[in-house]
């Protein structure tokens, strides 16, 4: 009863409020008569200036500086024969009479070499014992660029380690078999890892 009551009077009593409020405001921005004054005429601005064809005063003339002649060349110097002249006296190098050939002299494509090469990891659960060497032998294929692929097996002491031993080779990188000026695939790469256990 007494939340009906509030509300017949309270609903009434707030419009009144509220349209109390939207009159005041009305009053405070509705615009009035405003007395401008006199008219007058209105003021041209000109933003751009406009260049009156006439003669420029005080113009001056540029006159460029006078340089001085440029420095002569300096002379030129003659070299001078810093051999030793000695009259009555000749040398020449011996001949001992040997013949060596030693060919081209560089071998590019000697015992393949990893640039990159990374151990095996996480092999510790194929540990057995305190202490020993297990070996995986590998042989794989090296492509032009120095990746390693095609790693097979060709004998281990305990399987378990083979796993590790093929991961760890298909990370390694080659610098790349060069013939005739062009890298080719290296092919049958045979390598060795070792697993040193204990002390």
Request: proline share 9%; net charge negative; aromatic share 8%.
């Amino acid at each position: 009863m007494g939340g009906i009551i509030r509300t017949v009077v309270g609903v009434p009593l707030a419009a009144v409020v509220v349209m109390g409020l939207f009159l005041l405001m009305w009053s405070q921005i509705a615009p009035g008569e405003v007395d401008l004054g006199e008219d007058k005429e209105p003021v041209n601005i000109s933003i751009t200036n406009q260049i009156e064809d006439s003669e420029i005063q005080n113009q001056r003339r540029f006159e460029r500086p006078k340089l001085d002649a440029p420095p002569p060349p300096p002379p030129a110097i003659q070299r001078q024969n810093f051999q030793p002249q000695v009259e009555g006296v000749s040398a020449a190098a011996p001949d001992f009479g040997t013949d060596v050939d030693i060919g081209s002299g560089f071998n590019p494509d000697r015992d393949a070499q990893p640039l990159v090469r990374v151990n095996p990891s996480g092999f510790e659960r194929c540990i057995d014992d305190d202490e020993g060497t297990e070996y995986v032998s590998l042989e794989f294929d090296v492509t032009p660029d120095g990746n390693v692929v095609n790693v097979r097996v060709l004998e281990s002491s305990d399987r378990c380690y083979e796993r590790y031993a093929i991961r760890a080779a298909e990370r390694w990188k080659y610098q790349p078999k060069i013939v005739k000026g062009e890298a080719v695939p290296r092919r049958g790469v045979r390598t060795v890892i070792r697993f040193e256990i204990g002390g």
